[in-house]
Every structure is written in C-alpha cells, then in structure tokens.
C-alpha cells in the first residue's frame, strides 16, 4: 500500500498493480482502492493517540527517556498501554531514550610491573616551580567518538606545561605530552633535576620509554597508590580549562 502511495501519481495504480501480478506483492486495484476507502480500525486510531502521547511524553523529557520510562510516565497518567506497545510505536517513530554508555577506562595498570614509591601521599604542594608535577589522563566526548587527552601540570603554578590529545590509549600519547613538558622548561633554561614527577599506575607512566625519558631529564618517578582517584585531581582541574581549546 505505501508503494502504491509513492508511485500512483507517478505511473498510476492500476498499471503499477498490473506489474505486481508476477511478485509476491500482487494486489488488486479494488483491493488497493477498498483499503483506502474503510475507515481505519481501532487499534490504528489508538496507535495514533499513543503515539501523540509518547512523543509529548519524550519531549517533555528532554529525549532522553526510553521505552521504560515513557511507559512509568504513561502509567503515572493512568494510561493503559504495555510496554511492548511503547517499544514498538516509539520505534516506529524513531524515538529513543539516552542510553548510559560506559566512559572509556583511561587507567590500564601494568602487569607485573615494578612501581615507584609514591612520595606525594597526596601532598600536592611544592614551594616553588620544577619542583613537584603531576600527569594523567582523560577523555573527552567527541561527536566523532571518545578523545583521550593527556596533561603534565607543575604543581606551584598549575601551568599545563605539555598536553596531547589522541584516539588511541598508547604510550606516545602521555610521551608526547611529557616531551612537550620538558621542551617547555628546556625552552626557559630550567633545571628538572630532581623534579617530582607523580602520576597513577597506568601502563603508558610505567612504560620503558616513559621512565627512561624520565631518567634522563633527571626527574624523579612517583606513583600513587591503587584505586585512588584523587591523587589525579590537579591534572583534571588543567583539562577542564584547557577542553574549550581543543
């Protein structure tokens, strides 16, 4: 019926229902004009009304309920309707709810590895620049997907002094971010003999090329504890000001 409805104007409904007789779709032209000509059945005239009532339902919500929740709404309204029934018209309508997605796991521990003492114990306080930095690693949503984003703040003067964002979670991504570090107090004549670099027990800190670039800047390697988020704070505070520029 809805290709008859495409084309009639087109090629005509008798002509397109003379090329159907050979298909599995063969339809008559009586047929075609008694479908239209009967009046729409109830459970079509209360698909309609539902749909009117989901669709409010949804937009009140900001689009982001889902056929379970439209259906609680319903029911608070003293609408008789089943789920399936909201499932398959909001289907039909295209509408979805927002779904919860898993954010991307930004922290991978290294098996096996050896890990730095951790000399903070959360006391991020230096006296004067060069003297404690911390690094980690976030995500940022993206329309193209998940970004990953990496930072070397210095702790006295919570300047980013490196950053480089990526698609990938690899090592070069918080290398890149590190050399860019260095380069920036190279850049000032500074002295990171000795600087206290701290960061979590993800695999791309504890990577031989990281601790050794590490090594030979002088800096002093740090890991916080297990599961411990807030040994990540002041790296978190520069991406929140740093995400309107990427």
């Not at 159907?20 to 008559?28: C, F, G, H």
């Not at 029911?75 to 029934?85: G, I, L, P, W």
């Amino acid at each position: 019926m809805a290709f008859i409805d495409d084309h009639r104007d087109e090629h005509g409904v008798e002509p397109i229902c003379a090329a159907l007789q050979d298909t599995a779709a063969r339809i008559a032209p009586s047929t075609y004009y008694a479908h239209h000509a009967r009046p729409p059945s109830a459970r079509a005239v209360r698909d309609a009304d539902l749909s009117a009532q989901i669709a409010q339902v949804h937009e009140e919500n900001y689009g982001v309920y889902g056929a379970r929740k439209v259906h609680a709404e319903l029911v608070r309204k003293d609408v008789e309707v089943a789920r399936c029934t909201v499932q398959r018209l909001m289907r039909a309508a295209g509408l979805r709810g927002i779904s919860r997605a898993k954010t991307p796991r930004t922290t991978r521990p290294a098996a096996g590895a050896d890990y730095p003492p951790d000399r903070v114990e959360r006391q991020f306080v230096a006296e004067a620049p060069n003297q404690l930095c911390v690094a980690d690693i976030t995500y940022i949503p993206t329309f193209a997907g998940w970004v990953y984003a990496a930072f070397v703040t210095d702790v006295f003067s919570r300047r980013v002094l490196g950053w480089q964002v990526s698609t990938r979670l690899r090592t070069d991504l918080a290398l890149d971010a590190l050399e860019m570090g260095l380069w920036t107090r190279a850049r000032e004549d500074a002295d990171t003999t000795g600087l206290i670099h701290h960061s979590d027990r993800g695999g791309q800190y504890l990577a031989v090329r990281y601790t050794e670039r590490l090594a030979q800047a002088g800096a002093v390697a740090s890991v916080g504890s297990k599961g411990d988020s807030y040994d990540c704070e002041h790296p978190r505070v520069a991406a929140a000001a740093v995400w309107p520029l990427l």
